[in-house]
């Protein structure tokens, strides 16, 4: 037992070896990368500090995998009716998903957990009512557990460099090239494909975390609006640093924003968890 915990322990936290890749869940493909470094400070502007390793996806989701998901467990449904009446607006298999509200981003987040839009970190009635968000009994029961990144999580993933923060996800101070690293500015007039090619990968390993649509957060900001960070394809630079936090209603589905999923607690911990448990057992032995 001593030397499976041993391994464990050398598989997380040596240097550059994650449990970050592709994953299959219902159906679905998803790229994640894995953010380590928990118990980080926050940034001076009081946002960052997260106190354990967790995943975020490498992408923004996409059409092609929003259909994926209304194709398995139907079109997210519930109240009010408008926040679920929109289509994409840009379509496309590889777009980022865009006109999609928070209560839907959370039913989608739901279905990888669950396998059903109402149950996971997001609490839903049977009639459709958003209920609250309750992650740790999401845990507790499925295990891993996808979410709307905390605007904690979606900071850190952006502007974290290790050691500090950064005005840009790029690691520096300085604007990335529209067009070139990331999609602003309108430089093409709407958003670009994701994981082919467009666009540089940012410092903790994300793409189009500054631009391309603006992403859903979990922060609640002025009673019932939800948080959105990093801008979109028609901004200026300044739009996409550390600097901006904006916000929209939880049932608006705008052209201009799309979302990212997490995953908690990240795989490694998992495992230990369950290597502590049979570590317990084989000591009462």
């Not at 037992?1 to 464990?8: G, T």
């Not at 449990?19 to 953010?35: H, K, N």
């Not at 958003?191 to 992403?215: A, F, I, R, S």
Request: proline letters at 4%; glycine letters at 14%; one cysteine or more.
């Amino acid at each position: 037992m001593r030397s499976l915990l041993a391994v464990c322990l050398c598989v997380c936290f040596i240097s550059g070896i994650s449990f970050a890749g592709t994953v299959t869940v219902g159906g679905i493909d998803l790229d994640f990368v894995t953010i380590g470094n928990a118990g980080n400070a926050a940034d001076s502007t009081g946002y960052g500090a997260v106190d354990y390793a967790y995943q975020i996806g490498k992408y923004e989701i996409t059409n092609g995998q929003w259909n994926a998901f209304v194709s398995a467990a139907g079109a997210p449904t519930g109240n009010p009716s408008h926040a679920y009446d929109g289509s994409a607006y840009w379509t496309g298999t590889n777009v980022p998903t865009n006109s999609v509200s928070w209560y839907e981003a959370a039913q989608f987040c739901n279905y990888l957990t669950s396998g059903d839009r109402y149950s996971g970190a997001y609490n839903f009635s049977q009639s459709g009512d958003f209920l609250g968000v309750d992650r740790a009994s999401a845990i507790s029961a499925y295990g891993t557990t996808y979410v709307i990144p905390t605007e904690d999580e979606w900071y850190k993933a952006a502007y974290y460099t290790g050691s500090g923060y950064s005005l840009y996800a790029n690691g520096t101070n300085t604007a990335p090239i529209a067009g070139t690293d990331t999609n602003y500015d309108y430089v093409i007039g709407q958003p670009w494909e994701v994981g082919v090619g467009n666009g540089t990968q940012e410092q903790n390993g994300t793409y189009d975390m500054m631009g391309n649509v603006w992403e859903w957060n979990e922060a609640l900001i002025s009673g019932p609006s939800r948080g959105i960070r990093g801008g979109s394809y028609y901004v200026s630079d300044f739009d996409l640093s550390s600097s901006i936090r904006g916000s929209g209603y939880p049932n608006n589905e705008s052209i201009s924003v799309g979302f990212r999923v997490a995953s908690v607690p990240e795989p490694c911990s998992l495992v230990l968890l369950g290597l502590g448990g049979l570590a317990l057992r084989y000591r009462k032995r």
